[in-house]
């Protein structure tokens, strides 16, 4: 069986970094203290969610919350 529980802390901690400024999947990855292959995996699922898109900037792909990803943080904030 899968610990949800610890996906869920990842992922609240890959938006942490993304709700701050886009970011590539190695500057995720040392914010976060995981490693590139598994804040990728985090960040697919997430984007099949629509929770974050990638975008190519200046010849690199840059992560960031989508409009419902940012939606989605500012309920759990308020």
Same mark, same amino acid.
Do not use: P, Y
């Given at each position: 069986m899968r610990n949800v529980r610890r996906g869920l802390l990842t992922r609240s901690r890959i938006i942490d970094? /993304? %709700? #701050?400024?886009a %970011?590539? !999947?190695q500057q995720i990855a040392e914010e976060v203290g995981l490693s590139e292959s598994a804040v990728r995996r985090h960040l697919?699922?997430? /984007?099949? $969610? @629509?929770v974050v898109e990638k975008l190519r900037f200046k010849g #690199? !792909?840059?992560w960031r919350l %989508?409009? +419902? @990803?940012?939606?989605d943080l $500012? $309920?759990?904030? +308020?």
């Open positions: 970094v /993304l %709700s #701050r400024k %970011s590539t !999947i697919k699922n997430m /984007l099949a $969610e @629509g #690199r !792909i840059l %989508s409009g +419902s @990803g940012q939606l $500012e $309920e759990a904030l +308020s």
